[in-house]
Every structure is written in structure tokens, then in C-alpha cells.
């Protein structure tokens, strides 16, 4: 082999920049956190419990939506014996009423863009 010490250093350096993610990732670091939400004031409890919310609300909507629109279903959903009415504004935004320091945060976070602003008016935010 005439070129075997440059093949072996071309090898090595594809490993190296192959494998970096994964050699990064070990080093040890605070990493981004989770942002801080203003929840909202007075407010105990939501349609669902937090982590559920943290991990479905977009589901629940989804559900909610494909209700209302397409079935025409209007009926409130009841949990633990309080009313709620399937809708984003009429629900949602009664409690978390600073779309900017609540939705916003965590989708900027998570860089997501939901659709919902597609049909739906922003809020106005309540100082």
C-alpha cells in the first residue's frame, strides 16, 4: 500500500466526525431548561392534571376540535363535577390569559408552531 498512512488518518477523522454527536452529548453541561410559566392567578386546577396537559393538550384540542367542527358536538365536558366548554378561547384562554408568557414560552422552547393561530384570534393579553 502506498498511501496506507493516509488512509488510515482519513479513517480515523471520518470516525471522529461520524461519532462527535454522540461524544458531546457525554460532556457534562446544564443544558437548556425548561422555561418558567406564569400560571395562572387563582387557578388550582386545569381540565386535566399538569403533567397530562404538559404532554396531551394538543391532543385534547385536536379531539375538541374534531368534535365541535366536524360532529357538532357541543356538549361540555365534565371533570371532577366542573363544566368546561370544548374551546380554546372560551376555556383555555379564561385562565391562561398572557398568550406570550404562557403558550409562547414552551413552544418557543420546543420550537413549535401550532396551527391554532390559523383559525384563531391571538388573545388579547390582560395586564
Known sequence: MYN????????????????YPLWIGLVPGEGKKPPKLELPVGQKECVMPVEYMKENHMKLLVQWRDEVVREGDRTPVTVKGVKY???????CFKCHVKKTTFCDRCHDYLSVSPPCWECHYTPREKK
Open 4 to 19: 496506507a498512512r493516509l488512509i488510515i488518518a482519513g479513517i480515523v477523522l471520518f470516525l471522529v466526525l461520524v461519532t
Open 85 to 91: 366548554e370544548k374551546s380554546l378561547s372560551g376555556t
